[in-house]
């Protein structure tokens, strides 16, 4: 079974190559396709697999190419983990907006409409290349903002398009470990966006347990979500806000906090990853040692200024491993081997969510078996929720229109209609700035 790798110079690719060398069934994937527009970087992780094959018998054969033709020629499976603009192109989202004094985090606010605007062509353009070089190929899509990009990536694929995200899952995974139970026996009732979800329940044998934790001041507050939203605003929501949701309920605190910041994330990602690669190109280096300690580095300082500002302290060493490359190749191994498993996935909503259309894609709990995952019904959303899902969509609409037609006014309008974005005129000069600093966006007229 061939795999390829969009963004196959990325580095969390490893992550997915590791997991690989885990999976001995039957029906395995057997050729790993690399593909990515920097040779160099594709040098830098294709040495890092090898370290981390040595050894190991049937390891998954690795190609790199920069041909993205054939890459896809005859893949079964395609993950999609493109980064348009590099880190170089995050940290200017996130620079540009707190000039104006509003977020530029990557998926939230200005910066992820900024990045949804640059990478949208390119995911259609990928889209349309599958349907026609490999029609019978499943895209699970990795790259941010994964709710807006599956969206756009679906209307050329269809169901065949599946977007994840670890972030559900690791939150369900705590509250289970809070409350004594195993994670692999809860059903979590989550329902959203892709970063913009809420746990509403979490059953296990059955049996609600989250109103018990609700309940419970002292174990609500034991773990991150606790720490990071406090116990009494989550006692007034009656649910578990997913962790991005701390920068639409504590806005003010959190931009403030990206303001004094020494770096952006976007720019310490970038000078610690230059450096990564930097390290690997010496020929006696251990490309695995120096990729190992650069991504402790990074999944301890993940989401460090909101956790400041929330005197959240540090995450616990549970949270350091990552989990998006088990959901990939949990929902890999369901449709190829018909291994019914239940995921939280992006998908087209159908008619799970009345509020929004068929075609609109969120994040909810999913049935998934060789026909692909299928979203699970799921109860109404209340009143504070629903306006803030609603009016969020409705402005990724405006980047999928903007994308399409290449209309300056429909990009400074998404920007415009965003919940953290609170003035057209710093929309306006929002567009100005990003269009000035990503060439990327040069088609905006």
Request: hydrophobic residues 45%.
């Amino acid at each position: 079974m061939k795999l390829t790798i969009l963004g196959g110079g990325g580095f969390r690719v490893p992550l997915v190559y590791g997991a690989l060398l885990t999976d001995r069934a039957e029906g395995r994937v057997t050729r790993v396709v690399l593909h990515d527009l920097d040779a160099g970087r594709l040098s830098a992780v294709t040495r890092v697999l090898a370290e981390q094959a040595a050894g190991v018998p049937d390891a998954p054969e690795v190609t790199a190419t920069t041909d993205l033709d054939e890459a896809l020629r005859g893949a079964d499976f395609v993950f999609s983990a493109i980064r348009v603009g590099g880190l170089e192109g995050r940290a200017n989202d996130e620079r540009v907006a707190l000039a104006e004094g509003v977020l530029g985090q990557e998926t939230v606010g200005a910066g992820g409409i900024a990045y949804g605007l640059r990478t949208v062509p390119v995911a259609v353009d990928i889209a349309r290349r599958v349907a026609r070089l490999a029609p019978d190929a499943w895209v699970i899509n990795f790259t941010n903002p994964a709710g807006l990009v599956t969206e756009a990536m679906s209307r050329h694929l269809g169901d065949r398009v599946i977007g994840i995200c670890d972030s559900p899952v690791g939150l369900g995974r705590r509250i289970a470990r809070v409350l004594g139970a195993n994670p692999k026996e809860a059903w979590i009732d989550y329902v959203g966006l892709n970063h913009l979800g809420w746990v509403r329940g979490l059953r296990i044998a059955g049996r609600d347990e989250l109103p018990r934790l609700l309940a419970d001041p002292d174990l609500l507050g034991s773990f991150e979500e606790g720490k990071l939203f406090g116990t009494e605003w989550l006692q007034s929501l009656g649910a578990i806000p997913n962790e991005y949701l701390h920068y639409y309920y504590f806005n003010r605190e959190a931009v403030r906090a990206y303001q004094h910041a020494e770096k952006t994330r976007g720019a310490f990602l970038r000078d610690q990853q230059a450096q990564f690669y930097e390290q690997v190109a010496r020929p006696d280096a251990s490309a695995l040692q120096a990729w190992e300690r650069t991504r402790a580095e990074r999944e301890a300082t993940y989401m460090a200024e909101n956790r400041e500002s929330a005197g959240a302290g540090e995450r616990e060493a549970d949270d350091l491993s990552g989990g998006y490359e088990k959901v990939a190749l949990a929902l890999m191994r369901a449709i190829a081997r018909d291994e019914r498993t239940t995921l939280i996935l992006n998908v087209r909503n159908r008619d799970t969510l009345s509020v929004l259309d068929t075609e609109a894609v969120i994040e909810v709990p999913c049935l998934v078996d060789a026909n692909g995952a299928h979203p699970v019904a799921v109860d109404p959303l209340p009143g504070h929720a629903t306006g803030l899902v609603c009016a969020v969509k409705a402005v990724e609409r405006e980047v999928l229109a903007a994308a399409d037609s290449g209309d300056r006014a429909t990009a400074v309008k998404a920007f415009a209609l965003h919940p953290l974005v609170d003035s057209v005129n710093v929309a306006r000069r929002l567009v100005e700035g990003y269009t000035a600093v990503h060439p990327g966006l040069a088609y905006l007229r």
